[in-house]
């Protein structure tokens, strides 16, 4: 009986603003909070509540017979707290069906595996534990950044306690084989490996609106059909795709969501097919081959390699850059400085200074808020250097000042570093409070709680906010028609003169006094 295996990925990473060569030394603020807003609430609108909405309906109409999975990165999870909590309800609502299966990844949507197998780990967990705190779930089913895999990445997987990892079906690993097999690397022993069919995925996520494909228009009946020929040829179809897919990629107007409320009934006409999710076709199915990924492997771009995060210059630059800076990171012992630099980890920054110019450019270009690849470099590498900037300047301080204060993540309000403007004044307003409330704490205390509580910064927010109140007392001030009359300075001598006349006038007046005859009895 073939099973489809839905598998949605759903993530957001926090853009960074042009953040320019000034900006370096006097504002420790990276992210383009407004631009943040703007896509999540978009995409939010177009894709995340009407697809939620739709497979909650079509899981509730198949009684539990359509079952799906998502990975959610931290980023996104951490952006449906700030601006959509309706998204994230969503979400959690479908987990309560009992048909959705939440899987691990990396916390920040990272490529840390690479590059630092400790900071790859760390993430996991945190995930983990996110997954945990809003899915009452424990994953057992793991996906890496894109779909990033190689025979190493599943041994450590297997090795952390996971039953099943996802990757890409690359044709020249599988070499005629077909994906719709359980495989495992050689040289793991228990855990599965469950790849993506690449074509019907395709299909849905990048082919469904082109004019141009040869197949136009995608139906769900004649998807299903395709589906349906892989029967006593399979064991389970994976269809892995961005949850974006619905609505924002491929625009309602395209129909996709027409054809997402139909799939499950034409699927389930055929009576040997049903739907699972990773951790059950993992449970039902056995390993049939080996599937041998010596290199690393990914779903981006047609190389199906590391060349979309990791193909020029200034990409291996900037991401060995902000690795080279994890000790002075970890030394400061601030959660807040840990998680500010963990989010520059995040994959996508690397992925828009992309060079690319032919087909693969194009899906850069869409999902890059930047006008080039070169713009995006520049404003990331502005970033790191106020960062070591500002690490250098905390490591200055004494050891027990630095770890004054370690904040949990779910207990910030907002980050230190990449608030808005807007959250600096809330951290400002925050900090005079904290300061009230606690006038026994020494200044160096102070200082390293947070880093505008610094004497030297707060004088200078305080100078700036009284040159600013001042221009709009002076921009505001209302212009009268009548002129108030100006009152002339009195010369000193003017005045000497005046009391000199008036001792004169004190005198003639007590002289007349003795002079006044008496009057009579």
């Known amino acids: 009986m073939p099973s489809i295996c839905f598998y949605f990925q759903v993530h957001q990473p926090f853009r960074l603003r042009e953040y320019t060569f000034f900006d370096i ?51 996104a999870m951490e952006q449906f707290e700030k601006y959509r909590p309706d998204v994230l309800k969503s979400f959690v609502e479908l987990s309560k069906t009992g048909c959705v299966e939440f899987l691990s990844e990396t916390y920040y949507h990272s490529l840390s595996y ?12 945190k995930h983990r534990e996110l997954i945990k705190k809003y899915f009452n779930q424990t994953p057992k089913v793991f996906r890496n950044t894109e779909l990033i895999y190689n025979n190493e990445i599943a041994k450590t997987i297997e090795d952390m306690g996971y039953t099943a990892i996802l990757c890409e079906g690359v044709d020249r690993l599988l070499k005629d084989r077909s994906p719709n097999f359980i ?37 769900a009946p004649k998807f299903a059909d395709w589906v349906h020929s892989v029967a006593g040829v399979g064991e389970v179809i994976n269809l892995f795709m961005d949850y974006e897919t619905f609505g924002e990629h491929q625009w309602a107007s395209s129909g996709i969501f027409d054809f997402l409320k139909h799939l499950p009934d034409e ?12 951790s059950e076709v993992a449970a039902t199915y056995p390993i049939r081959d080996d599937y041998d990924a010596h290199h690393l492997i990914s779903w981006a771009d047609t190389e199906r390699d590391l060349s979309a995060w990791l193909g020029n210059s200034l990409q291996n630059e ?63 590498m502005n970033a790191l250097t106020d960062m070591e900037y500002v690490l ?50 020494s200044k160096d205390i102070l200082a390293a709680i947070e880093p505008s509580n610094n004497p030297s910064t707060i004088k200078e927010d305080v100078l700036k906010k009284v040159k600013s109140l001042a221009k709009k007392m002076v921009a505001t001030k209302p212009k009268s028609t009548k002129k108030a009359p100006i009152k002339k300075p009195i010369a000193k001598s003017t005045a000497k003169a005046k009391v000199a006349k008036t001792k004169i006038a004190v005198i003639e007046k007590k002289k007349s006094a003795k002079v006044a005859p008496k009057k009579k009895a």
């Not at 299909?203 to 139906?219: G, K």
């Open 25 to 75: 030394g006097h504002d420790h603020y990276y992210e383009d909070e407004k631009l943040n807003r703007e896509v999540m609430n978009k995409v939010a609108d177009k894709c995340y509540i009407p697809t939620n909405t739709m497979m909650l309906e079509l899981i509730k109409k198949h009684k539990g017979k359509f079952r799906i999975s998502y990975s959610i990165s931290g980023t």
């Open 114 to 125: 690479i590059y630092d197998k400790v900071e790859f780990k760390r993430q996991v967990e």
């Open 183 to 219: 495989y495992r690397a050689p040289n793991c022993h228990k855990i599965k490996s469950l790849l993506k069919n690449y074509r019907l995925s395709d299909d849905i996520a990048f082919r469904f609106s082109d004019p141009n494909w040869s197949e136009q228009p995608l139906t």
């Open 267 to 278: 699927i389930l006409k055929h009576k040997d097919f049903n739907f699972k999710t990773p």
């Open 318 to 380: 900037s991401i060995e850059r902000i690795y080279s800076f994890k000790e002075k990171v970890f030394a400061t012992g601030r959660q807040d400085i840990i998680d500010t630099w963990a989010k520059l980890l995040t994959s996508d920054h690397f992925y828009y200074m992309s060079t690319k110019y032919w087909a693969d450019g194009d899906v850069h270009k869409y999902f890059s808020p930047y006008q080039s690849p070169y713009d995006a470099y520049i404003f990331y």
């Open 392 to 441: 250098n300047e905390i490591n200055k301080l004494p050891k027990s000042t630095q770890k004054a204060k370690s904040i949990s993540v779910q207990e910030l309000e907002i980050n230190a570093l990449t608030a808005t403007p807007v959250n600096k004044e809330k951290l400002s307003t925050k900090l005079q409070v904290e300061v009230t409330k606690k006038p026994s704490l």
